[in-house]
T-cell receptor, first 111, second 115 residues
């Protein structure tokens, strides 16, 4: 299985602080994606980073990818209470045959 | 992008009964995906639904338990059959995703509780 694994499982921070979540995977990938899920509802795509990319930004989000370590990190800067959610990484292998989600990180941003 | 309408949003069902979940996409798509998310867990792919052919099931999931229909390129249903409390989960349909090197779009999910 090339399932991504996130750490920490849960993270609690104060509004305005930065939140960093990490994802590790086991095999070669085509791309890695991050998703947010609010209160057990549908997932919302945040950002996609391809295997030949090392860093991407989108608003307050910064994603890095280290293929040598088979890991990625998601940084949310200046967090807000509305960022409270579960965050999942998902990986697609080189053949596009598998799209696998990690266990997720539950982020709580306290006002 | 794609907008997916999924219903019901939640249901409470008696064990031994079946529930059919519907997903409608606002555009034609070749593949639709069904996921299960058990309480506090991540998403696990149940099956891939292609129009005009039988669904492809992942290991651990069988057609008798989770029959899927895909009558056209914008619609699919998943039935959870002969339910037991262990089937209590969130079920999500999706289009796109890593298989196509694109982002995935999800329905809002169906929160199923079996009593």
């Amino acid at each position: 299985s090339q399932q991504g694994e996130e750490d920490p499982q849960a993270l609690s921070i104060q509004e305005g602080e930065n939140a960093t979540m990490n994802c590790s995977y086991k095999t070669s990938i085509n791309n890695l994606q991050w998703y947010r899920q609010n209160s057990g509802r549908g997932l919302v795509h945040l950002i996609l980073i391809r295997s030949n990319e090392r860093e991407k930004h989108s608003g307050r989000l910064r994603v890095t990818l280290d293929t040598s370590k088979k890991s990625s990190s998601l940084l949310i800067t200046a967090s807000r209470a509305a960022d409270t959610a579960s965050y999942f990484c998902a990986t697609a292998d080189n053949y596009g045959q598998n799209f696998v989600f990690g266990p997720g990180t539950r982020l709580s941003v306290l006002p | 992008s794609a907008v997916i309408s999924q219903k019901p949003s939640r249901d409470i069902c008696q064990r031994g009964t079946s529930l059919t979940i519907q997903c409608q996409v606002d555009s034609q798509v070749t593949m639709m995906f069904w996921y299960r998310q058990q309480p506090g867990q991540s998403l696990t792919l149940i099956a891939t639904a292609n129009q005009g052919s039988e669904a492809t099931y992942e290991s651990g999931f069988v057609i008798d338990k989770f029959p899927i229909s895909r009558p056209n390129l914008t619609f699919s249903t998943l039935t959870v059959s002969n339910m037991s409390p262990e089937d209590s989960s969130i079920y999500l349909c999706s289009v796109g995703g890593g298989r196509l090197d694109t982002e995935a779009f999800f329905g809002q999910g169906t929160r199923l509780t079996v009593v």
